[in-house]
């Protein structure tokens, strides 16, 4: 703006003259000038008029402090002015061109001052030009002090960057905007990026978000949401996004309000979930596995809290306990233990001691110490022998109890099976012992006694002595060889080859050792099987079941005796019998021929000496091909053993 230089100055009283168009002379016009410049003063703005030449000649006490010139250094000064910015005089003189043109803006022009001390002012300077009676031209400029309003433009805008740097910054968290038909009216980065991951779509501001969605169902989903947000509805949900990249996400629906309290739109933050989704299914997965084995253990595992609650009783606690899971999870161990416990063990109040001593940790020493005890099943009068062990679990800050029980009853089964075996075998070994004493105590009696006597003794004596010697070498023999056979049978050293056998065979082949003995009785020995009566068995086993029995037969049989071997078959078995015209085997002695721990000595009817092992040989050889044995006596009809091998069809 240019202005023309004047001669002439305008003091304060002849502005105001002029504006007035009175005599400055008269009391009412004085009285309303002080009023006037009392008002002007007062007003917390900054006024400065200058003339149509850019003489300043008026500014109140405002503009004074808010530029920090005194009055008389601005009065009558011309531009620039002292307090005018050097660095926005460009914006200066477009604001008064726009102003001599008519043009100025409302709102006024945001221009740059500058203090006396140099600190540069922001303000809104509204800028009216006026006409006085002498038709001279002035401009009333209203100066606003923004420095404020600036600081808090500045800090809104910094809060605004900060926001946006912040929403952009969540490169998982989705934020959205659209309006009632759906058209976006905000996106951020991390929204733009799950579209183009999601639905392989590039959006832009004003596009139809549910245009831009592929998925039928997703589109649905996110329709019904926006829907009910724009009612005034604010939602939630969790759900899966995408056709060819999926992924979880937990979103928020809330409408947008405008200052009349319209919903204009709809707000949706969503926040993508498919890592925490995925650690969640991984800790679900390691629950399921770490279940799955806890419950394949056979043992039982049990697992309490501080409180004494059960949170874990797997498979082998049902099946040991008799107790299903679901009935006991989250009862007290307490009750459960005194649920379990026989009586008189099962006395509440020391049961409750001695757990809550584990609970409280005042009896450490109970921890890892394996105690034997038993346990009562529920509704049956079972009593389960039982092993069990209890130690306490570290995790996140709390501390569990597991109890390890493993079930011992078929364990304490075999502990007094194996004492009564060893019982029985010491006894076994004492029989044989008192069995082979006598047969070498002659040996060695005879061998001594020919040894140092022989030149003097009768032949008749030494050959009545090698008679002797001779009975006893085969006693010793048959002894012997049979408790080979039992040991080899229980090392597992004979093996069992079954194959297709003719019995009469077998039965004439195991007999003919014997014959030298029958012969000495006068004893016949009869084969009634028919030629083609068939087995299925192992021939060396056979052999020894038929030649021991045979052996004892002739044993218990007198002179001129007769032993016959028969077989019959039934639907399931073939019975294969030996039988002898002896004398009758008394009851007594009937229980004792097949049982270890009454094995003893002895002694046929001609004294021939011998012991019960051989027939529990022959018991051990048919049990292995499945069948059974066992006598049958009387005075009158004689004796007759006899034992079953199944009739399988390879026998055909």
């Known amino acids: 703006m240019n202005f023309n230089e004047a001669e002439n100055n305008i003091n304060d009283l002849e502005l105001h003259q002029l504006i007035k168009g009175s005599d400055i002379s008269s009391p009412a016009f004085q009285k309303e000038i002080s009023f006037r410049m009392a008002i002007e003063n007062a007003i917390p703005s900054g006024l400065a008029v200058v003339d149509e030449t850019g003489k300043q000649v008026f500014v109140n006490n405002s503009f004074c402090r808010m530029t920090g010139w005194e009055e008389n250094e601005l009065l009558g000064r011309y531009p620039p002015y002292v307090y005018w910015s050097p660095n926005d005089l460009e914006n200066i003189n477009n604001a008064l061109t726009q102003t001599l043109n008519n043009n100025a803006p409302a709102e006024g022009f945001d221009l740059l001052f500058r203090h006396r001390n140099g600190t540069i002012i922001p303000v809104n300077v509204f800028i009216s030009p006026f006409v006085q009676e002498n038709n001279k031209r002035f401009f009333l400029a209203n100066v606003i002090d923004n420095t404020e309003r600036k600081k808090a433009e500045e800090a809104l805008k910094k809060s605004q960057i900060l926001l946006m740097s912040s929403i952009e910054s969540q490169k998982d968290t989705i ?14 980065t991390a929204h733009l990026d799950s579209m183009k991951f999601a639905y392989n779509t590039d959006i832009k501001i004003g596009m139809s978000m549910l245009d831009c969605i592929s998925s039928d169902r997703d589109r649905g989903f996110i329709k019904d949401n926006i829907d009910s947000a724009l009612k005034g509805e604010s939602n939630s949900h969790t759900q899966v996004f995408g056709d060819v990249n999926r992924a979880f996400y937990e979103s928020y629906f809330n409408p947008i309000y405008n200052d009349k309290n319209e919903i204009i739109g709809c707000t949706v933050l969503a926040r993508n979930i498919s890592e925490r989704k995925e650690g969640e299914q991984k800790l679900i997965d390691s629950e399921i596995k770490f279940r799955e084995i806890i419950n394949q253990i056979k043992d039982v595992i049990i697992v309490f809290d501080e409180q004494g609650k059960i949170i874990i009783w797997n ?13 006991v999870i989250n009862s007290s161990i307490i009750d459960i233990q005194c649920q379990l416990t026989p009586p008189p063990f099962n006395d509440r109040a020391v049961i409750e001691k001695a757990i809550n001593g584990i609970l409280t940790q005042e009896t450490p020493e109970r921890f890892n110490q394996i105690i034997d005890s038993q346990i009562l099943i529920p509704d049956s009068d079972k009593i389960r022998n039982i092993q069990s062990m209890v130690f306490p679990i570290r995790l996140n800050g709390t501390i569990l109890f597991c109890t390890v029980i493993r079930d011992t009853t078929e364990i304490k089964r075999y502990e007094k099976e194996l004492l009564r075996i060893s019982a029985e075998k010491d006894k076994f070994y004492s029989t044989i012992a008192q069995y082979l004493y006598t047969p070498f105590n002659v040996f060695h009696n005879f061998s001594k006694l ?8 009768p032949i008749r004596e030494i050959q009545k002595m090698a008679v002797m010697m001779s009975k006893s070498a085969n006693n010793l023999y048959n002894l012997l060889d049979n408790m080979l056979q039992w040991t080899r049978l229980n090392q ?7 194959q297709k056998l003719n019995l009469k065979t077998i039965s004439r082949d195991a007999v003919s050792i014997l014959k030298p003995h029958a012969d000495a009785k006068n004893i016949m020995i009869n084969h009634y099987a028919d030629d083609d009566t068939n087995v299925y068995g ?26 016959n071997i028969t077989a019959r078959e039934t639907p399931s078995d073939l019975i294969i019998s030996v039988w002898d015209n002896g004398s009758g085997i008394s009851p007594d002695y009937l229980k004792k021929l097949f049982d270890i721990s009454q094995i003893h000595s002895t002694l046929g009817v001609a004294e021939e000496k011998g012991t019960t092992l051989g027939l529990l040989l022959c018991k051990e050889f048919v049990e292995k091909h499945g069948g059974k044995i066992w006598v049958e006596s009387d005075k009158i009809s004689g004796n007759e053993i006899k034992f079953t091998l199944p009739v399988l069809a390879e026998k055909n």
């Open 450 to 457: 020919m040894a140092e006597e022989m030149d003097n003794l």
């Open 538 to 563: 192992d021939i060396f086993m056979l052999k020894t079941i038929i030649r021991n029995l045979v052996s004892n037969a002739i044993k218990f049989t007198d002179r001129d005796g007769q032993i």
């Open 315 to 327: 498979r082998g606690a049902e099946e040991i306990c008799g107790i299903k899971s679901d009935d």
């Open 175 to 188: 934020i959205f905007s659209v309006d009632q038909e759906y058209h976006y009216l905000y996106f951020n």
């Open 492 to 498: 597992g050293k004979i093996s069992f080859e079954p």
